[in-house]
T-cell receptor, first 117, second 115 residues
Framework: AQKVTQAQTEISVVEKEDVTLDCVYETRDTTYYLFWYKQPPSGELVFLIRRNSFDEQNEISGRYSWNFQKSTSSFNFTITASQVVDSAVYFCALSGADQTGANNLFFGTGTRLTVIP | GAGVSQSPRYKVAKRGQDVALRCDPISGHVSLFWYQQALGQGPEFLTYFQNEAQLDKSGLPSDRFFAERPEGSVSTLKIQRTQQEDSAVYLC?????????????FGPGTRLTVT
């Protein structure tokens, strides 16, 4: 069974602070994919990043960085020098190997980030 | 280019009414997904189409829920005899190819309120 846990329900930071959003996952698949999505107040989920289970190389994209560690089943997301526009709900999601044909995403419950100006 | 669009954006239905929610995926996208998002929760999978074929409907909560994608593009999610527990945001997503590695692009959702 696939499961994604985002233990942090809500986080508030002051603008320009760094913030890390935690994600822990469970899967029996040897090949799987991890995703982060952002859901601003408008409601539309915005794709941020995808990682393969066989590629543990961390990634940096502008102010965003991701730390994938298979040993701890974690895929954490860090925003450096946070901005008010970063305020949103962030979802971590997991997609398993092609078994049922659906390849649907399993989402965590989300972390609501509020950046205070 | 145009993203995934959904209509209506908001729908209020009286308990027992039937509703139909529409999704226009990104042109050329093979895979189409429907998700249900309750307040304060992450989206939960309902059903999946590959072109016009409904390959997985394991997430549909009851036989009152029905989805179709007859020509492999636009999809409709229909809920018959709506109940209060059906109140949620219904999200549609499309993906260029079939397979778990491809990112899904989401529409803005339809917020359904059953009174």
């Amino acid at each position: 069974a696939q499961k994604v846990t985002q233990a942090q329900t809500e986080i508030s930071v002051v603008e320009k602070e760094d913030v890390t959003l935690d994600c822990v996952y469970e899967t029996r698949d040897t090949t799987y994919y991890l995703f982060w999505y952002k859901q601003p107040p408008s409601g539309e989920l915005v794709f941020l990043i995808r990682r393969n289970s066989f590629d543990e190389q961390n990634e940096i994209s502008g102010r965003y960085s991701w730390n994938f560690q298979k040993s701890t089943s974690s895929f954490n997301f860090t925003i450096t020098a946070s901005q008010v526009v970063d305020s949103a709900v962030y979802f971590c999601a997991l997609s398993g190997a092609d078994q049922t044909g659906a390849n649907n995403l399993f989402f965590g419950t989300g972390t609501r980030l509020t950046v205070i100006p | 280019g145009a993203g995934v669009s959904q209509s209506p954006r908001y729908k209020v239905a009286k308990r027992g009414q039937d509703v139909a929610l529409r999704c226009d995926p990104i042109s050329g996208h093979v895979s189409l997904f429907w998700y249900q998002q309750a307040l304060g929760q992450g989206p939960e999978f309902l059903t999946y189409f590959q072109n016009e074929a409904q390959l997985d409907k394991s997430g549909l909560p009851s036989d009152r829920f029905f989805a179709e994608r007859p020509e492999g593009s636009v999809s409709t999610l229909k809920i018959q005899r709506t109940q209060q527990e059906d109140s949620a945001v219904y999200l549609c997503a499309s993906s260029l190819h079939r397979g778990p590695s491809y990112e899904q692009y989401f529409g803005p959702g339809t917020r359904l309120t059953v009174t």
